[in-house]
C-alpha cells in the first residue's frame, strides 16, 4: 500500500469517526431531552446535511489536484547525471553541480555553454523541472526530443511529469502511453500512473 492510498484511508476513517460521534450525539441528545418532533425533524435534517458534507469533501480530497501532486511526488526523480570527464570544462561543472542538485547553478551554467546538445537540453530541463519552472522545463525537453529523437523516451517520461505536475492530464496521458509503448525507459512506471490517472 502506498503513501496515497494509506493518506486517503486514514481521511476516509476520520470523517467516519466524525460522522459516527455527531450521529450517536444527536441521538443521545434526543433521547436525554424530551424533544419535539419538529426539533427532531431539524436535528435529524443536521445529521444529514453532515453526511452529505463529508461524503463530498470526501470526494472532492480524491479527485483533487492533491492526486496528482502526490502521484508526481511518488514518481518523480532527477535523472542520474552521466558522470564523464569532457574537455569542456563548463560542461562538466554544470553535470558536478546538477548531479550534486545543485539546480539553480547548473541552470546557470547550462545557459553559459556555447552549443546546445540533446543532452544539456535534458539535464537543464530537469533541472528547470526541479526548481518548480515547469514551461522552462517543457521547452528544454522539447528541444532535447527534436536533437535526438532516439531519446525520445527519457524526454516523454519527463514531459509526463511536468503535466502531471502542472495537472494537464490531457497532455499527460498521451506521454504516459508513448513510453509504455517504446517498451524501454520507465516503461513499468508509467504503465502504473496511467492506472492510477484512470482512478482520478
Do not use: C
Amino acid at each position: 500500500m502506498n503513501s496515497e492510498e494509506t493518506a486517503n484511508k486514514a481521511v476516509i476513517a476520520h470523517n467516519r469517526r466524525l460522522l459516527k460521534e455527531k450521529l450517536e450525539g444527536f441521538h443521545q441528545e434526543m433521547e436525554e431531552n424530551d424533544v419535539g418532533q419538529s426539533n427532531s425533524v431539524v436535528k435529524w435534517w443536521v445529521a444529514a446535511a453532515v453526511l452529505v458534507l463529508i461524503g463530498t469533501s470526501i470526494f472532492l480530497y480524491q479527485n483533487s489536484e492533491h492526486s496528482t501532486d502526490a502521484l508526481y511526488v511518488s514518481y518523480y526523480e532527477p535523472y542520474e547525471a552521466m558522470t564523464t570527464r569532457s574537455s569542456n570544462g563548463l560542461w562538466d561543472q554544470a553535470l558536478s553541480a546538477y548531479s550534486a542538485k545543485e539546480y539553480a547553478k547548473a541552470i546557470e551554467l547550462f545557459n553559459r555553454l556555447d552549443s546546445v546538445s540533446y543532452l544539456s537540453s535534458f539535464y537543464l530541463g530537469n533541472a528547470y523541472l526541479a526548481s518548480d519552472y515547469e514551461e522552462k522545463a517543457i521547452q528544454q525537453f522539447e528541444i532535447s526530443k527534436k536533437l535526438n529523437p532516439a531519446f525520445e523516451s527519457e524526454v516523454n517520461w519527463y514531459l509526463a511529469l511536468v503535466y502531471l505536475k502542472s495537472n494537464d492530464l490531457e497532455k499527460t496521458r498521451p506521454l504516459l502511453s508513448k513510453v509504455i509503448s517504446a517498451g524501454t525507459f520507465k516503461s513499468k512506471d508509467a504503465q502504473k500512473l496511467l492506472q492510477k490517472l484512470d482512478d482520478i
